[in-house]
Structures are given as structure tokens and as C-alpha cells.
């Protein structure tokens, strides 16, 4: 029987979002961007990497092709001649937002279909109510940062002062968050997770996804650095999505890297979560050597977004998809001939682009294993036909959302 593996290369979209505008995006394409920045030398930096796009597996699985289809440009530095030998496309979100829980709740089988709380991009960015009620409920003796901001640079401007008074940094984005940011050994890791926990049944009634435990270590602005602890506090998930439907089925279900906090730890199975990317595909090695057949193995790596997406790191994000495509051929040997892996995105976070916040965006799709004939499976209506897919590999009741492709 066959084994589902979904690896979601988080941030990592290909552009051309029909409602891009609509969410202030208009023009951005991470992957195409990239690669052109790359082209023009503008990717380089001694120590870290140098050159054009150098993703030579997942241009065999037909990522350059993808990227075409969706913008309908050719992007640089790829032979588009070459025939990929994976199945190729690209999936259109149809969730309102474009954050961390709509798409992967969309890939999942289960878009979004309600409107999620933002905060105002004012200074404060918080409504007094909610504060006052975060630190009369939390014991806190205020808070600093009440804006939106980049996660390491508030740290930075914010991070001596927490220090000395003890209070957390409190910050947010163009996304549906609430992030905490506090210092892991002196404030201390699970009164973060306290404080967490009251922000998000405060922010219940705002509908807002996700409230983020962001610890750091360090003395000075000069050396905070962030730690792996982050913790997500999320909304659970709408019924009936991929995870669910194969634990109601009996099947084993891996949750790699954040997927337990994307999904409140609903329907998430085994939960393992690495240090970073490479960690995190050790952790899929490791899993593909024992989930039986039939089991579900779903797949966050977030380096891409939170090290060098937010940050506008062109070379960073450049070296980190590299490194990623250096690990490709490790995963494909890992995997059994009936097993059948999809490799996508939820979002983009065009390191070329204004600001600091996700892209509206289309995201590949590439898949292979399992016998599944290879070439164009088009653009996909709705990022639920990734799940509707599975879905049918692995005889699993459909989904209200999506259609299979020919797999």
C-alpha cells in the first residue's frame, strides 16, 4: 500500500497570484526573483554562496517548468528543454490570508473560508483591552514593541530592555498573529508559554490564528539569538482535513516540524520536530525507515520564512533552497517504490520584495513515486487538491474540497 509523504517548503512560492494586489503584492514571485537575483550576482556572499541558482534535483522534478507556468516566464540559470521526471505544476490558494494556517490547513483538504483578525499597522498595534487584560491576567508589569516588526530586529531594539525590566516584547505582522518574544533563561521558558496561553484565549474572540512563543538567549543586542523553542498556539483546524481522515482510518500519521502547532496537535499523530531543515529531514529519514504502509508523513521546513524569507536575505535564501535540493536525493532513496511524495509550498515570502511579511502567491507542486506517470499536472484550482490526491493514493474517504489529478 502506498505512503504518503508531503513536504511543505514553507515561504517558497512561484508567483503570479491572481489576487496578489488585493493583499498589497502585486508583482512578487519568490522563486522567480531569486533566481533572477541570483543571475545577476546579487545572490553572492563570501561564506555562504555565490553564482546562479544552483537546484539541479528539483529542476529535474520540473521546478523551473513549474515556475514557468505559473508566471509564464522563463526564469534564469534552468534548461527549460530538459523533460522533468517528476509530475509539475502549480496550486492556486483560495484561503482568505495568506499566512502559515491557510495555506497548510487549504493543502490539507480544508481551505479557509472565513476572514482571520489582523492588527492595525499603527503604533500601538494592540487594542488597549486587549493589553490591559494580557497583563492584569498574565501578571506582567507591561510590555514593550506593541507594533508590527521583523521578529529578530524588535528582539534587537527591544531585547536589553526586556532584560532589565522584564517585560516581553510584544509584536505582530501583516499575518493573523500575536508573537511574545522573551528572553528563554531569565524570563524563562514555560512562563512564556504561560503568557502564551492567556494571550490566546484573549484573542479567541479576534479570530486571530496564532499566538507565538518566540524565546531568545543572549546578553546584548549584538548577540540574541533565537532559540528552537518557538511554541504556536493555534486555532484547531477545520473538520474533515487530510490528518483527520487518516487517523479516523486507523493510519499512522508523522507530524515533522511544526505541523503539530499549525494544527493545534489535532489529529497529528507522532510529533518530532528538528533544530532546523536538516534536521528536520533527518527526522523524515529516520520516519520513512519505520511508518507502515498506508501512513501519512507531513513535512514543515521553515527555515526558508523565519531565517531568510523575513529578513529579504536574498543569499540565505538562496543557500538554504540549495541545501535543501542536496538532500533530495537522500529522500528519494529513503522512500519504497510505492510511496508517493509531494513537495510544495503555502505561501510565498519573496526576499526581493518591500517589507518583511509573506506574499500572496501561486506555489509548486512537484510529486513522484508510486508509479505515477510523469509530467504537467497544471494549475490546480485549490491547494485541497494536494490532500484529494492523497486522499485517493491512499483509499481515504474524500474531502468536501479538491480534485485529484491523474497520479
Not at 509539475?88 to 476572514?115: L, N, Q
Request: proline share 6%; charged share 25%; with cysteine.
Amino acid at each position: 500500500m502506498t505512503r504518503a509523504i508531503l513536504i511543505v517548503l514553507d515561504s517558497v512560492g512561484c508567483g503570479g497570484a491572481e489576487d496578489a494586489a488585493a493583499y498589497g503584492d502585486a508583482g512578487a514571485d519568490t522563486l522567480g526573483h531569486l533566481a533572477e537575483a541570483c543571475a545577476l550576482g546579487l545572490g553572492n556572499r563570501d561564506g555562504v554562496r555565490c553564482g546562479p541558482l544552483a537546484i539541479p534535483n528539483l529542476a529535474a522534478l520540473g521546478l523551473a517548468h513549474a515556475m514557468q507556468a505559473s508566471t509564464g516566464r522563463a526564469p534564469p540559470g534552468f534548461d527549460l528543454g530538459q523533460r522533468p521526471r517528476g509530475q509539475w505544476g502549480y496550486g492556486i490558494e483560495t484561503s482568505r490570508g495568506k499566512d502559515t494556517p491557510s495555506g497548510h490547513w487549504e493543502i490539507a483538504g480544508t481551505p479557509v473560508d472565513f476572514d482571520w483578525g489582523y492588527f492595525a499597522e499603527t503604533i500601538p498595534a494592540f487594542p488597549a483591552s486587549l493589553i490591559g487584560a494580557l497583563i492584569a491576567e498574565a501578571g506582567l508589569p507591561g510590555i514593550l514593541g506593541d507594533r508590527r516588526a521583523s521578529g529578530i530586529a524588535i528582539i534587537e531594539d527591544f531585547g536589553e530592555e526586556h532584560l532589565r525590566t522584564g517585560k516581553p516584547i510584544c509584536y505582530t505582522s501583516a499575518d493573523s498573529v500575536f508573537q511574545i518574544a522573551a528572553h528563554e533563561e531569565t524570563f524563562g521558558l514555560e512562563r512564556l508559554y504561560e503568557v502564551c496561553r492567556v494571550a490566546r484565549r484573549l484573542c479567541d474572540p479576534l479570530k486571530v490564528g496564532r499566538v507565538i512563543a518566540r524565546p531568545f538567549v543572549g546578553r546584548t543586542a549584538k548577540d540574541f539569538v533565537r532559540t528552537p523553542h518557538r511554541k504556536d498556539f493555534a486555532v484547531p483546524p477545520p473538520e474533515g482535513n487530510l490528518l483527520q481522515r487518516a487517523v479516523e482510518a486507523g493510519r499512522a500519521v508523522v507530524s515533522i516540524g511544526k505541523i503539530g502547532d499549525i494544527f493545534a496537535h489535532r489529529d497529528t499523530g507522532r510529533e518530532i520536530k528538528g533544530k532546523s531543515n536538516d534536521g528536520n529531514v533527518d527526522l523524515l529519514l529516520d520516519a520513512l525507515k519505520g511508518t507502515p504502509d498506508g501512513g501519512l508523513i507531513f513535512v514543515n521546513l521553515v527555515d526558508f520564512d523565519t531565517e531568510w524569507g523575513h529578513r529579504r536575505d536574498v543569499p540565505g535564501f538562496a543557500a538554504c533552497l540549495e541545501a535543501f535540493d542536496a538532500r533530495l536525493p537522500g529522500i528519494e532513496a529513503a522512500t519504497r517504490p510505492d510511496d508517493y511524495v509531494v513537495i510544495t509550498a503555502d505561501h510565498g515570502n519573496d526576499p526581493t520584495y518591500k517589507g518583511f511579511d509573506h506574499t500572496r502567491e501561486h506555489v509548486p507542486i512537484l510529486a513522484f513515486g508510486s508509479h505515477a506517470p510523469a509530467g504537467p499536472i497544471g494549475g490546480r484550482a485549490s491547494l485541497a487538491d494536494i490532500a484529494e490526491t492523497f486522499a485517493a493514493k491512499l483509499g481515504l474517504p474524500k474531502g468536501r474540497c479538491g480534485k485529484a489529478w491523474a497520479a
